[in-house]
């Protein structure tokens, strides 16, 4: 999957959603919102934040990303 992330700005998106949910641990996104909210298109969103899954950073509550208990920090990319 960390293939897939190649572009700068897909790296900045990566960066984006994890800074808006350390500053908002409540946020549930599914990817439709995820992607309107970030102004992100549904090929790479899916990208990111499935990155963000196997980071263990978010998790998947049926639809929604939702921040993992754990909330570990983002690794360095």
Do not use: I, K
């Amino acid at each position: 999957m960390a293939e897939r992330l190649r572009a700068a700005g897909d790296f900045g998106l990566l960066h984006r959603v994890h800074g808006e949910y350390m500053e908002m641990p409540a946020l549930r996104l599914p990817l439709e919102q995820a992607c309107r909210l970030w102004n992100a298109d549904p090929a790479t969103s899916p990208d990111v934040l499935n990155r963000l899954v196997e980071d263990q950073f978010l998790r998947l509550s049926g639809p929604h990303y939702v921040r993992a208990a754990s909330g570990r920090p983002l690794a360095r990319v």
